[in-house]
């Protein structure tokens, strides 16, 4: 029995309770009736959609986020001669490859992009082949991950079709380009306000100036600077000011995902390239960022044989999967970001000096905080707001502490800032402002057994105090991984530190 079918059963048994007014108390009775005009109500509106899409005239094209064809309508093995069986449960990447069903179509490029697509299509089932346009639209499911890409299309039968259908087809795409957000280069580009990037020191509006020149070009950017500086948030204005703003922007940190990993992550894999591979093969982070820009971090952690194919990345524009091929040509914008000395790594012989030059293109470097004393007041406000925002309460610094914050060295750059703002926010006492005794207590503490050596200044303290302690956890800790976790950051950053600080290790 279809659902309306039985829909109508239980309103019809209703309404037949409602005539019953002698053995249902009139509450009871109101009640029924209304549920029985909710029910009809329901029924009314509550289409069967898989039946609307049986009946339609245009080809429907279902598959899931990696390709794999869930469905088509019958008005899809109409228009196109292509029976279910020659695609259902095929990967589309595949099918376009062979160029046998069809090539063009949308379902590609709304898994490339995550966004609503126009496309022309060519079948290969009918004679002569079919010419179709095609619209692609990405499903995305509660955890924000693409979930299933819908495609319809409609054939074109004539060459005087064609023209009508073109010209509707473009004004489309014009009037989503009139929604579309405009690209922020513009004739008030330079203006620095609600921006994420703060500062306006001699070397930070040296650094805008250079964003605003080179944003709008396609040149690679190679982003430097000591670890809590604010590379991410200059890359960050890379883009926004960019002519890619509205296209693909995919992040990967090289030091976080395993080398045997990385290659595959990074350039995808077919299907079957290697055991537990997904069985419709997988689209790497290049191939995602295709038409956008694809941010490297940690580049300087990138293992020399994935520099090798890195470069042939840069130089081609193209890349193969694992176990593939076939090469995939891409347009992408590259920044890449380093708190390592590329060129001592170029010399030590664990970076390649080609690759080096290739991403070199646009060198931007960021000064530590240090350097820039004349930004850390912004800075404190910007936080001090956020803060104040995200737990309720309205802070402000004392002239004392405001200079030691000025003072300070600030070995952690700009992360230690927040972070400092953001304790002295919470465990300021009862008043609005932060008194110098709160600052100096957060910024003079050190472990015991260090408490009795002497140091010239509350950086030398700081930098003894996160020594101890990294020493601490190596020592206690079987790897320098789990000394990582133990501490909460990342190994890359105890690699670091133990370079930092000539830490030997046992």
């Avoid at 299509?121 to 346009?133: A, C, E, F, I």
């Avoid at 002519?243 to 940190?253: E, S």
């Avoid at 006492?429 to 003079?444: A, M, N």
């Avoid at 509350?458 to 990582?484: F, P, Q």
Wanted: aromatic content about 6%; hydrophobic content about 40%.
């Amino acid at each position: 029995m279809k659902i309306q079918d039985k829909l109508d059963t239980i309103i019809q048994k209703l309404e037949g309770l409602c005539t019953q007014s002698g053995q249902i108390s009139g509450p009871v009775a109101a009640a029924i009736a209304e549920a029985a005009a909710d029910l009809k109500d329901y029924a009314r509106e509550n289409l069967n959609f898989f039946e609307i899409v049986e009946h339609l005239d245009h080809s429907i094209f279902v598959t899931d986020g990696e390709g794999n064809v869930l469905y088509v309508n019958p008005a899809y093995s109409r228009n196109t001669n292509v029976q279910p069986e020659d695609v259902l449960g095929r990967n589309v990447f595949d099918i376009v490859r062979e160029g046998k069903i069809f090539t063009g179509g949308a379902s590609c490029d709304v898994i490339h992009s995550k966004q609503r697509v126009f496309r022309l299509s060519t079948t290969y089932k009918t004679d002569p082949p079919l010419l179709g346009y095609t619209v692609g639209v990405p499903v995305f499911g509660p955890d924000g991950e693409l979930s299933k890409v819908v495609v319809s299309s409609h054939p074109v039968s004539t060459f005087k079709q064609l023209q009508g259908d073109f010209e509707q087809f473009v004004n489309n795409l014009e009037e989503i380009r009139k929604r579309e957000p405009a690209s922020t280069v513009n004739e008030n580009s330079s203006t620095l306000e609600n921006r994420p990037m703060i500062g306006h020191s001699a070397a930070m509006n040296d650094i805008w100036e250079k964003i605003h020149h080179v944003a709008a070009s396609d040149a690679t950017v190679l982003i430097t600077g000591e670890s809590g500086v604010g590379k991410e948030v200059v890359a960050d204005e890379v883009y926004r000011h960019s002519l890619r703003n509205n296209r693909p922007y995919i992040k990967v940190n090289c030091a976080a995902i395993p080398a045997s990993l990385l290659e595959s992550e990074l350039f995808g894999y077919e299907k079957g390239a290697f055991s537990g591979a997904n069985t419709g093969g997988k689209a790497g982070l290049f191939e995602l960022a295709d038409g956008g820009t694809l941010l490297l971090d940690e580049i300087g952690d990138l293992p020399l044989d994935l520099q090798a194919k890195l470069l042939r990345a840069l130089q081609n524009r193209e890349i193969t999967r694992v176990g593939g091929t076939k090469a995939r040509h891409l347009d992408i914008r590259i920044l890449s970001l380093t708190n390592s000395n590329l060129r001592e790594k170029v010399a030590a012989g664990t970076f390649r000096s080609d690759l080096f030059y290739r991403l070199n293109v646009i060198p931007i470097q960021i000064p530590p905080l240090r350097e820039r004393p004349e930004d850390i007041p912004e800075l404190i406000e910007h936080f001090l707001r956020i803060y104040g925002h995200k737990y309720q309460r309205a802070i402000t610094l004392s002239t004392g502490a405001m200079n030691i914050l000025k003072n300070y060295r600030w070995p952690g750059n700009v992360r230690e800032l927040e972070n400092a703002l953001e304790y002295l926010t919470l465990c300021c006492p009862d008043g609005d402002t932060i008194p110098e005794e709160l600052v100096l207590d957060l910024l003079r503490q050190s472990a015991p057994d260090t408490a009795d050596q002497p140091v010239s200044n509350l950086g030398d303290a700081v930098a003894l105090y996160e020594r101890t302690l990294i020493e601490r956890a190596l020592r206690d800790s079987k790897s320098m991984r789990a000394a990582a976790e133990a501490l909460g950051v990342n190994v890359s950053t105890i690699s670091r530190k133990i370079k930092q600080y000539h830490i030997e290790l046992s």
